[in-house]
């Protein structure tokens, strides 16, 4: 069986976990090959311990954990599109950040931890995988109603429908995401890893819905199938974004193997919270060591007073108003039966570039 996936994303992934990040380098999203994972596995040579192990049983997951991966990428950009720093990927300025223990390095392990997690649950519950499928309701207690409104008076619940396996999802994250820590690394900064990855896990686990559906005639509801569906992506990258900005910053125990909160007075994180042990860089220019590009030519937004306002994203180096003017498609008109006929437009913007 071929199957179409993001090949380079994989091969970042697995040797990213055992070794050191450089091979983000090769990360060229957008580029599926067409190969089967069993190649894949044996193209990763270097490959030690574990994950060859995992590799080698488990091909059709490794496939799912490489889309995973992906997706949790692209969910970074997605939420720090108007950041200085915007999880721009495709290039060797990613493994720098991925080397050092700054809230981003969280961001970016949770989000990984929350895609794998999420990809591979949601191939089971596809039927893409022999190893797992929907979720096994059999032995669950009957669901109460997920909002306990007027309607639930007499209504008989049962599981049913298909259920997402999220346990299976949690588990094979745990297994690739968790496998092996990067050689180098302090006891300290691979527990700082391993606590972002199991936050970005809950993200999706602890964060499940209960959907339902009505049977009976004419829509009378005299029984409810209901089932447990995960969270959408947005969601959950909404979620640690939110992490991300309350990440608490953490310290080294005396016995190198505990972390305790730094400063006075502060909580210590619960499981769901982001670490990060050093202060990010500011991302204003670009920096090879602290792997910043740098804001400069970056679009930012006039009015707005957030981190994409001019001000914050220009770093108060001032920025310049470009007018581009574009071709788009309008007027769009849907003929019977099916066609949609578009005119093209010119539109004109106001850009607003750093300098
Ligand atoms: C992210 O930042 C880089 C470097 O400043 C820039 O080249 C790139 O276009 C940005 N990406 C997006 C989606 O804005
Ligand atoms: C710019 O910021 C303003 C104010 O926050 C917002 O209303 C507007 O939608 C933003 N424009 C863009 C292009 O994001």
Same mark, same amino acid.
Not at 82 to 91: A, D, G, L
């Given at each position: 069986r071929r199957q179409h996936y993001p090949a380079l994303l994989f091969s970042f992934l697995l040797h990213c976990l055992c070794f050191p990040?450089? &091979? &983000?380098?090769?990360?060229?999203?957008? @580029?599926?090959l067409v190969m089967d994972p069993n190649s894949i596995c044996r193209k990763t040579k270097r490959l030690v311990g574990k994950q060859n192990e995992l590799c080698q049983t488990q091909p059709e997951i490794v496939s799912e954990v490489a889309k995973g991966a992906r997706l949790g990428v692209r969910e970074c950009q997605y939420q720090f599109r108007?950041?200085?720093?915007?999880?721009?990927?495709?290039?060797k300025y990613f493994g720098k950040i991925l080397q050092q223990d700054i809230r981003e390095t969280a961001f970016v392990y949770a989000i990984t931890a929350a895609g794998v997690t999420h990809a591979v649950t949601q191939a089971c519950s596809m039927g893409d995988l022999l190893q797992c499928g929907c #979720?096994?309701?059999? $032995?669950?207690a009957p669901p109460r109603p997920p909002?306990?409104? $007027? @309607?639930? #008076?007499g209504v008989k619940w049962e599981w049913g429908g298909c259920g997402d396996d999220v346990e299976f999802g949690y588990e094979k994250s745990k297994q690739f995401m968790d496998a092996k820590r990067r050689r180098g690394k302090s006891d300290i900064r691979a527990l700082i890893d391993l606590h972002n990855n199991e936050a970005g896990r809950l993200a999706v686990k602890l964060y499940m819905r209960t959907e339902c559906k009505c049977h009976g005639l $004419?829509?009378?509801?005299?029984l409810r199938t209901c089932w447990k569906k995960m969270p959408h992506f947005r969601e959950v990258g909404d979620r640690l974004l939110e992490r991300f900005n309350g990440a608490s910053k953490v310290m080294g125990g005396n016995d190198g193997k505990t972390l305790i909160p730094v400063g006075q007075n502060i909580k210590p994180p619960d499981k769901q919270d982001l670490i990060y042990s050093a202060d990010s860089p500011d991302f204003c220019l670009a920096n090879r060591k602290t792997g910043s590009l740098g804001t400069r030519g970056r679009m930012c937004n006039s009015?707005?007073?957030?981190?994409?306002?001019c001000d914050l994203l220009c770093c108060e180096r001032g920025y310049r108003e470009e007018t581009v003017v574009f071709e788009e498609n309008c007027l769009c008109r849907f003929h019977w039966c099916c066609v949609v006929q578009c005119k093209k437009c010119l539109v004109r913007k106001e850009l607003s570039l750093c300098h």
């Open positions: 990040c450089v &091979f &983000f380098n090769l990360l060229a999203v957008g @580029s599926p108007y950041r200085r720093w915007n999880c721009t990927s495709h290039n #979720e096994a309701t059999r $032995s669950r909002s306990s409104s $007027s @309607s639930g #008076e $004419s829509g009378s509801c005299t009015t707005a007073m957030d981190v994409s306002g």
